[in-house]
C-alpha cells in the first residue's frame, strides 16, 4: 500500500514539481478537512502522503481528527499507514505509541509501524528500537504468525554491517522460530546493501550532487 501511495506521489511531483504539487495538495486536503470539495479517493492516500511530509504538528492533529471521525475501515487505513512518515522524531513516536493502542486493530498495527520505518534512516532506526522494546508483546500478541514476520521485515531496509551485527545479536538472544526465515533473509539483504553502498556508495553521491539532488 505504502508503496502505491510513493509512487503516485512521486509520479505527480515529477511532472509537476514538487512545489507545485505540495501547494497544491496543501489546498485539496484543508478543503477536504473543513468539510469542502472532498478528495477523490484514487488520489487521496498520495495528498495525504505529501501534506505529512511538513512535518508540522497541526497537519498531523488533522489528520489524527479525519481519523477519529470516520467509521469508514478504507480511510482509517490510509490515514494510519501514514501518520509515521513525517520528519518529525516526536511525532514518529507518538504514532509508534498510537500503533499500540486500542484504536487501531491488532492485525492493522504492524502496517502503521512500518509507515515509521519507510520514514527514511532516522525513522528505520527509531522503529528498530521500538521493536525490540516491545518485542515480548509482539510475540504474544502475534504468535508468530504472518504478522510477526511483517514486523521483522522492517530490518532489511537496513544499509550497514553495525545494524547487521545489532539483528543478528537480538535474535540470536531473543528467539522467534516461525520468524527464523524472515530473520535470515533480512540479514542477507543488509549484508549486500552494506557491499554496494561500500562498493557503489560514492561515485552515487556525486551523480546526485552533480544533478543538483
Known amino acids: 500500500w505504502y508503496q502505491r501511495r510513493v ?26 478537512y473543513t468539510g469542502g470539495k472532498q478528495i477523490e479517493a484514487d488520489i487521496r492516500g498520495a495528498v495525504y502522503l505529501t501534506v505529512r511530509q511538513d512535518g508540522t504538528d497541526e497537519t498531523y492533529r488533522k489528520l489524527m481528527d479525519l481519523f477519529n471521525k470516520t467509521d469508514l475501515h478504507e480511510e482509517r487505513e490510509r490515514v494510519q499507514r501514514i501518520l509515521g512518515t513525517g520528519p518529525n522524531a516526536a511525532l514518529r513516536s507518538e504514532t509508534l505509541e498510537f500503533a499500540m493502542s486500542e484504536s487501531v486493530r491488532s492485525n492493522d498495527t504492524p502496517f502503521v509501524i512500518h509507515g515509521v520505518a519507510n520514514a527514511g534512516p532516522e525513522g528505520r532506526d527509531q522503529t528498530w528500537a521500538f521493536i525490540k522494546n516491545k518485542f515480548p508483546v509482539f510475540l504474544e500478541r502475534y504468535s508468530g504468525g504472518f504478522l510477526f514476520t511483517r514486523l521483522v521485515q522492517v530490518t532489511s531496509n537496513f544499509t550497514t554491517m553495525d545494524h547487521y551485527k ?15 526465515r524472515a530473520v535470515k533473509q533480512s540479514l542477507e539483504s543488509i549484508k549486500l546493501r552494506a557491499a554496494w553502498l561500500e562498493r557503489d556508495g560514492e561515485s552515487v553521491a556525486q551523480w546526485f550532487t552533480e544533478q543538483g539532488l
Request: charged residues 20%; aromatic residues 10%; glycine residues 8%.
Open 7 to 32: 509512487r503516485a506521489s512521486s509520479g505527480i511531483n515529477a511532472e509537476y514539481g514538487q512545489a507545485v504539487v505540495s501547494t497544491q495538495s496543501t489546498g485539496l486536503f484543508n478543503t477536504h
Open 166 to 180: 545489532d539483528i543478528e545479536k537480538f535474535f540470536a538472544e531473543n528467539k522467534a522460530p516461525s520468524a527464523e
